[in-house]
């Protein structure tokens, strides 16, 4: 299993906003295999689509996308 | 209004599996062609019109392809898709080519050892091997990619 995986929650947010692949992949101009690729963690998007899905739900990207393990942070280090 | 199958961003992802297709196509057309420096007389008329076939089938289907996009999207569409790197097909065809690019990479040195042992074979037979394996590969591995991906949605969705 590698040390860092993108997990996502873009699966909930369709569901409470009662959308398909579909509905989502045409609101922000990419194809359906290409959510349902993300959404199963085996395409990792680019920045791009990680915030225009974020601005599409209105929600900040940390909210939908994140990464597993520990990385280093400039906030912990002093 | 576009349906959702002819919304540009699918059209782009089926262009691509098709000309996946005629990849594939093209590297059996190689393989065929490789082979019949090996066969006797009757099989390599067989061959022959196999080859053909395949020959005819892969530029027919990069033609129809090309057609296709020409008539389904407009020229901004086009550009706006087809330049676009954002998405799984493209990834998946990255890959494919890495995949490509190596296994070639090593079929050459293979066959370049084999080439000094042998003067029964002519150039043409290792250029289509290898041509054989660099499409080959490619489209076996987009393939593959394609299939694992899934086309498990909208199942659950009731929007």
Do not use: C
Request: hydrophobic share 50%; no cysteine.
């Amino acid at each position: 299993m590698p040390e860092h995986e993108l997990t996502n929650r873009i699966r909930v947010f369709r569901a409470e906003h009662r959308m398909s692949q579909t509905d989502l992949a045409r609101a922000i101009g990419v194809s359906r295999k290409t959510i349902s690729t993300i959404e199963v963690g085996r395409f990792v998007p680019s920045t791009v689509i990680a915030l225009k899905i974020a601005r599409y739900f209105g929600r900040p990207v940390e909210e939908i996308f994140s990464l597993t393990g520990d990385v280093p942070s400039i906030a912990t280090e002093d | 209004m576009n349906t959702a199958s002819s919304h540009p961003a699918e059209l782009a992802d089926r262009h691509a599996s098709l000309f996946g297709i005629a990849v594939l196509l093209v590297a059996l057309k190689f393989a065929v062609s490789a082979t019949m420096h090996f066969t006797d007389a009757p099989t390599t008329a067989i061959l022959d019109k196999a080859e053909l076939v395949l020959a005819l089938g892969g530029a027919g289907l990069v033609l129809a392809v090309l057609v296709w996009k020409r008539r389904a999207l407009t020229p901004s569409q086009r550009h706006a898709y087809f330049a676009d790197r954002d998405s799984f097909v493209f990834e998946a065809i990255q890959r494919a080519r890495i995949s490509s690019w190596n296994l070639t990479f090593l079929a050459l040195i293979t066959l370049e050892i084999f080439a000094d042992d042998t003067d029964r074979v002519s150039a043409d037979f290792f250029v289509q091997v290898a041509l054989a394996v660099l499409l080959g590969v490619f489209g076996l591995k987009f393939f593959v990619l394609m299939r694992d991906s899934g086309d498990e949605d909208d199942g659950d969705d009731d929007a």
